[in-house]
């Protein structure tokens, strides 16, 4: 059969594609460790160093010291944490209701939810900004944390919203039989079935408020309260030319996202396979 | 939204407020050239970096969609550039863009094209963001391309073959048509992203060098925060909401003719 003696020279080129690929994928990675490892001296040498020598571990060390970057870590933590947890349980409450209650006008509101997904910052964010403004509340948290509260955006609602239609109403009849109220059933009954959503959208979010830029910088003033985004820009502006050190804060920036994608990457990939096309 | 509306027919710069009506829609389009500077480098972003965006991820889709071991693992290299903090990602860059020793142009002198000033030559610097939104073909709008693929059911496939068509005909006939309304749903989130453009700008260049990296967003944010020109900048936005909003029907429009739906059952 043709079939089978062309399959081994397809996966061979399939490998091959892949392998490429992912080579060329993983060098900026690669390139940026390499620079942060290196000495202030060898990082314009000619030729290039490829594998640092000797490693200076001390960039590290030098760049977390010269900005408190310990205060912007924790703070950013602070923020992608609170607003976390709020998106998570606000987000699969509105979730709750769009996925079971059905009362006039829902469709709508579901459709107007889902365009807000194509709106674009833009618009709100100087409006909003004057808000904050006139409520004294620029160079605080609240801000950046309250959004949060308000169900997360619709992508997380949407995404949730599809995980829960998926889930047998049996589950929530025989919960009401047994006496349980809806608040019951959305929290003893779907959310402890959604673990792959929900920690989908937990690392979504995490990821999103720790990687968010322009709100600290439209609201934040005082580099005490700074985030790692807005820190590490404020490095580069005061420490540009030690180009070693400005990796390594980026290094110190990307880690604990890499790290909690792979922790996550089970759920991650699965969650959205599983929900983010369902009704499609 | 209606705030921004009224705000974008004012004169405020946070303290006094004054109703101008339309004077900052009119000086956007006639007195000012970075406005069209702006919107036209937003343009040319968009035509670029979306359709290859588009060809990119889906591409790495079927890869990533076949049979073979570790898999797995090519996912998740495909991925993590995706989720690569922004300003982090925009410093990386500037670093591999850097004219003297930049990864890139070390890479390039190995075929023997001499070093470009990727951020420093305006004719460059828009190429140079292209390139880097690449980086980015593994991650969501991939990850929908392959939900889609997975959706497809072997029988077709099977079918096709049996009928004898290449693996690249039934791609052509099977796939693709299979896969239009999740194209277009990339396409629109594509474009509106484009528009959207604004850390690594801040960050890699702000915006120059001669304003050739001022995108649309950046300027918006430049208007409204370091100028204090709420009021244009509220103008900025609404002409950005209206551009999408005329881009999106246009798309929907068009996706009669391209975009297949199947029978779903009722």
């Not at chain 1, 392998?19 to 620079?35: M, Q, R, Y």
């Not at chain 1, 239609?165 to 039989?177: G, K, T, Y």
């Not at chain 1, 995490?206 to 580099?223: C, E, Q, R, T």
């Not at chain 2, 002198?109 to 990727?118: A, E, F, K, L």
Request: net charge positive; glycine share 8%; charged share 10%.
């Amino acid at each position: 059969m043709s079939q089978a003696r062309t399959a081994p020279t397809k996966s061979a080129l399939v490998y091959l594609l892949l392998l490429v690929g992912s080579a060329i994928f993983s060098i900026p990675f690669l390139w940026t460790l390499s620079t942060a490892l290196k000495t202030h001296a060898n990082v314009f040498s000619q030729p290039p160093q490829i594998w640092p020598h000797p490693i200076a571990w001390d960039n590290f060390s030098k760049a977390w010291t010269a900005l408190p970057f310990t205060s912007f870590v924790l703070n950013t933590i602070m923020l992608a944490v609170v607003c976390t947890s709020a998106q998570v349980v606000t987000g699969s409450l509105v979730a709750y209701g769009f996925a079971r209650f059905s009362f006039r006008g829902s469709k709508l509101l579901f459709g107007v939810l889902l365009s807000t997904m194509m709106l674009p910052g833009q618009v709100s964010m100087i409006p909003v900004f004057l808000i904050w403004r006139d409520l004294r509340a620029i160079d605080t948290y609240w801000p950046l944390i309250v959004p949060a509260f308000f169900g997360g955006g619709a992508f997380n609602i949407f995404l949730l919203r599809q995980f829960f239609v998926s889930i047998p109403r049996e589950l929530d009849e025989a919960a009401m039989i047994d006496g349980a109220g809806y608040p019951q059933i959305w929290w003893r009954v779907l959310m402890p079935l959604s673990g792959p959503a929900l920690a989908t959208v937990a690392v979504f979010s995490f990821i999103g408020h720790w990687d968010d830029f322009m709100g600290p910088l439209i609201y934040l003033n005082s580099p005490e309260k700074y985030t790692v985004a807005v820190g590490l820009r404020m490095f580069q502006d005061s420490y540009g030319t030690d180009l070693e050190q400005v990796m390594a804060a980026s290094v110190i920036h990307i880690l604990p996202v890499v790290v909690l994608f792979f922790c996550a990457q089970r759920y991650f990939l699965r969650g959205i396979n599983l929900t983010g096309m369902g009704g499609r | 939204m209606i705030a921004s509306l009224y705000l974008s027919l004012t004169k405020y710069d946070l303290h006094a407020m004054e109703f101008v009506g339309f004077e900052n829609y009119r000086r956007l389009m006639v007195d000012d050239p970075l406005f069209w500077k702006s919107l036209s480098n937003t343009l040319v972003y968009a035509i670029f970096s979306v359709p290859l965006g588009l060809i990119g991820s889906l591409a790495v889709a079927v890869l990533l969609n076949q049979r073979v071991r570790g898999q797995r693992v090519f996912r998740t290299l495909f991925y993590l550039p995706s989720i690569v903090p922004v300003v982090a990602s925009a410093l990386l860059w500037q670093w591999i863009f850097n004219a003297d020793n930049g990864l890139l142009n070390m890479a390039l002198s190995v075929i023997g094209v001499p070093p470009i000033s990727w951020l420093q030559n305006e004719h460059w610097t828009m190429p140079a963001f292209v390139l880097m939104s690449l980086w980015g073909i593994g991650g969501g709008r991939m990850i929908i391309f392959l939900a889609g693929l997975q959706g497809i059911p072997e029988t077709c496939y099977e079918a096709a073959r049996i009928d004898g068509a290449s693996t690249w005909r039934s791609f052509l006939k099977i796939t693709l048509p299979l896969l239009s309304p999740v194209m277009f749903f990339n396409l629109i989130l594509g474009v509106i992203g484009a528009f959207q453009v604004f850390t690594s700008a801040y960050v890699m260049t702000g915006g120059g060098p001669n304003n050739a990296s001022l995108f649309y967003a950046l300027y918006l944010f430049r208007n409204a925060f370091e100028y204090f020109k709420l009021g244009k900048a509220s103008a900025m936005a609404w002409v950005l909401f209206t551009i999408l909003v005329v881009l999106t029907a246009v798309q929907f429009a068009s996706s009669r003719k391209w975009v297949y739906y199947e029978a779903q059952p009722a």
